[in-house]
């Protein structure tokens, strides 16, 4: 039986919208898991159910009150950290990137590929050698030598943003030059305004990448009250085994719930750095 | 008319300074000539002692001596990394050295031309108009030197050295070996069978995380894209979560996820029949788990790419394809991947390399376990760099280790410039507007 060509386009459709919801429990299932955990009574992993019989608060209750935790104190250590460095690494980023886009000067070309060449080290090949020098600078155990490493690290991915530089025509400058305006006046007053997504972009990975940094912050930082989440988080997950579990959960999605939001509320910038990286190559 | 310039030139090239001094651009003659002097006392003191320390990586280590430590010792990898830093100075001190004799030669030109030179002043702001750039780039640059160059260059000296857990300074003196830690690696020895094996996997799972994903995100996206499927903003929106949430939170998560006693995964299995499957401990289960979670990590980066790929195909393209009554597998087939490809190919070659390098999924699901029986401290599941992390951190093998980071610094270069070869010869070619 050969079947009317509308009815072939039906099954089709509802093959796709078949696969599209499978796609779309998989991709959510993992954290409505977490989420639920998180409200379970008890402190196993096992649960009959998805959605747990009782629930309960007691395991965010006990985030901020039991002493032995410090969750409080790992989320400030880490949102201070974070800021910073995000704050001083993006300047520096944005900084090299329009010097290396905008500027034509000798070395430019042997800059760009240094560039390219350093980003193709494994990253923490170089952690002995940055641990001699923050305990030479007194800086190891610190959170100023982690934020150190992490801002001095950033330029190395300016990439992204040079290609964004590239795109904003330069007559916009070059009119403002002719009205007598200094470099300093252009990039403050034209050039930062205009790449808004760019920066956006930028920070919130940076953001990110530190928020949830394991490697380079297990290795700088030592002391238990300088500890952060994904330090804390890291521990409650391969030291005390499962034992509790929906401790973690709770903090697990403390953790994830700014992030994921910020993510999902700046999505459309994501989207354009992502993009944009990608033409670029 | 007298040669300024050459005068210039040469007294500049005698000591640093006495050239703008004979131009009479004194502010600026006496920064030069304080910096000289300055330089000269920092490198004989301390330029000797760092090529001696790189050269010898000390002489004395800290042993006892009639039963009392003696005040002073070598500290080998301190003295190489110190020295490092010196020789780094003294680089950029030759450099700003060649810049004072072109200064001087060519302020002396402007003399025999004009007549005259310019004050402090304005040479203040001629630096900070034409040499914006270098204004802008100078803390960029002392950072990267500082954390990132100089401890990579570190690095890459260590792979030629012994320094391993019986070689600690400053108890023990660290020396050079030449090749000896690569060939450890690559001939016949303890470390060559881990290294082998390892260096297969790492290949195959960059492979089968790059292949996945991207198809993975390409068939989400043609799903999305395809005509008469509804609220396509929605099903974007959704797919994109596994993105938003951080990674370490969701790959921890999923260490839980299949777990081989308790994870939930297993309970639902068993609901159909299916015994428990050890996710992570088993070997072959715990290739599998890295591969899917790596999808599932990477699928919506893939589908976003895509997407906006699928949006730059001009329509009239399958218009035509519809006149000549082609199949929807036919279009996919003529038109939409040749473009997706074309246009990512570049992209798909970078995340091979990256996936080369992935750490976080590796370390955070497995941390290369379940471990491997004839393995020098590896597990099934570990690549070239969580070997490295471990051989670092758990077995102080800092040469061997060193020696590893090169290697995937040469696998990875090799295929970023063969890319970067290819897209550009690409480009050149103009194959498609």
Redesign the interface.
Known sequence: MKLSHNSQ?FIK?LL??L??II??V???Y??L??VMSSFKVGD????EH?IPDQLTTDHYVRLFTDDNLNYPLWYWNTFKISLISTVLGTS?TI??A???S??R?RG?QN?LTSM???G???????????Y??LI?ANLNDSHWGLI??Y???A??GAFVAKGFFDTIPKALEEAATIDGAS?TRIFIGIVLPLSRPMITYIALTSF?GT??D??FSS?VLRSTDKKTL?MG??EM??QRS?TE?TT?AAG?VL??IP??LL??FL?RF??AG??SG??K? | MQNYARTAGILSAVFMGLGQLYNRQIEKALLFLCYNVFAWIMFSKYLPNAIWGIWTLGEHARTMVKGKFPKEYDHS??LL??GLAVLILFGFYLISYIYNIKDAYETGREREVYGSVKTFGQTIKNI??Y????V??T???I??F???????V??IL?AFTNYDRNHIPPSKLVDWVGMDNFMNLVQLSTYSHTFYKILLWTFIWAIAATVTTYFGGML?AL??Q?N??RFKTF?R??????????????L??????F?GN???IN?YLAFFGIQNIDWLGDAFWAKMTVIFVNM?LGVP?SM??IL?VLTTIPRDLYEAADVDGASDFQKFRAITLPMILF??M??LI?QF?GNI?N?NVI??LT?GNPPCADCQYAGETDLL?TW??KL??DRQE?GLA?SV?II??II??TF?IW??RR?KSFIEEDMIQ
């Open positions: 386009q459709l796709t919208y696969l599209l796609i779309a998989v991709s959510i993992p954290a898991w977490i196993s992993l096992f649960s998805l520096l900084i090299t329009y010097a290396l905008r500027f000067f430019r800059i390219l060449i350093l193709m080290f494994p990253g923490f090949m170089s952690m002995i050698a940055i001699v020098l030479s150190l490493v801002a001095a690290g330029p190395l470099h990110t928020f949830f394991y490697i290795f994904a988080l890291y997950v391969s499962s579990f973690f697990a953790a994830a992030i994921t993510f999902m999505q994501l989207v992502l993009t990608a033409t190559g | 990898t301190n990394i110190i900070l108009t040499s914006f750039p270098f802008l780039l803390v960029p640059i950072g990267v500082i954390f990132t160059i100089l401890p990579l570190f690095m260590l989400v799903l999305i395809q008469g499927v099903w929106t959704l797919f994109i979560i596994p993105y938003a949430i951080p990674q370490l939170i969701s921890l998560v999923m260490r839980n996820l777990n308790f994870g939930p309970q599932w980066v976003v790419l906006g246009s990512t570049p992209l970078m390399a390098n750490f370390f955070l941390n760099v490295l992390y670092t951190l800092y060193s980071g995937i610094f990875i270069a970023s890319n970067y897209s």
